[in-house]
């Protein structure tokens, strides 16, 4: 979220991206701030295209990283 308000060159509008992403409730402030200033399909293109840079899956965990997961309910355990 940081690097995307970067790109923002609207001095204002970036302010208050710097502003809304700080502390808690950052995550909510910045989703109604995309939303209200019509910056959604910016923001998803901008948050794929760093998902596919990364090799990482939707989930975060690299691809290839060797580690097995197993889910239970909405738990995610470690398993060596």
């Known amino acids: 979220m940081a690097e ?3 790109m923002i060159t609207y001095r204002p ?5 710097e502003i809304a992403i700080e502390g ?3 995550f909510r402030r ?3 701030l995309i939303y209200s200033e019509g910056l959604v399909a910016e923001w998803h293109a ?4 760093r998902r596919s840079s990364a ?3 939707v989930s975060g965990r690299p691809r290839s990283s060797g580690v ?3 889910r ?3 738990a995610c355990f470690k398993i060596n």
Do not use: E, Y
């Open 24 to 26: 808690l409730g950052a």
């Open 68 to 70: 097995r997961f197993l």
């Open 30 to 32: 910045f989703r109604d």
């Open 72 to 74: 239970i309910s909405n």
């Open 4 to 6: 995307f308000a970067t």
């Open 13 to 17: 509008l970036r302010k208050r991206m």
């Open 46 to 49: 901008f948050s794929d295209s």
């Open 55 to 57: 090799g990482t899956r």
